[in-house]
């Protein structure tokens, strides 16, 4: 049992390959979508939309391209995943991005309005299973040893 729970975390150990990044629409812009450029991902191999914002993404080597579902207003913040391929790697650091409306360049997005971390990952619905079946079975190997109490 306890193989099995030390296997399934350590699965899900394997996500530390797994980026958030949370950008905000500066003052005075309107974009309709976004291009980040990323450093040390080794490749983004994959991208995931947290957001109702995001009607479209993609990545493309080190860019993740975002298409919003319509003009977005100043302040407002934007959440996706992606994947990197460099295991071991430093951080995964932003290093340029464009607010563009209609393909037309509103401007640079700034290093401010980008926060960027790794996602850690939790234990998941199978490491929470296993660990409730762990304290099931140890609680009933406890109770079944117990000595009767003498008065």
Do not use: Y
């Amino acid at each position: 049992m306890v193989a099995l729970l030390c296997g399934a975390l350590a699965t899900s150990a394997s996500a530390n390959f797994k980026w958030e990044v949370t950008i905000t629409v500066p003052p005075d812009t309107l974009p309709d979508d976004a291009h980040l450029i990323f450093q040390n991902t080794g490749g983004i191999k994959g991208v995931e939309s947290k957001d109702a914002n995001i009607l479209n993404i993609s990545a493309n080597g080190n860019q993740v391209d975002l298409t919003f579902v319509g003009k977005l207003d100043p302040g407002t913040q934007v959440t996706f995943n992606f994947w990197r391929n460099a295991s071991g790697a430093p951080p995964v650091l932003f290093n340029s991005g464009t607010w563009t409306n209609n393909e037309v360049v509103l401007g640079p997005i700034s290093p401010t309005s980008v926060v960027i971390g790794p996602k850690v990952p939790g234990m998941g619905t199978l490491g929470l299973v296993l660990l409730s079946l762990l304290t099931l079975g140890s609680g009933a190997c406890i109770l079944g040893r117990r000595r009767t109490a003498t008065a």
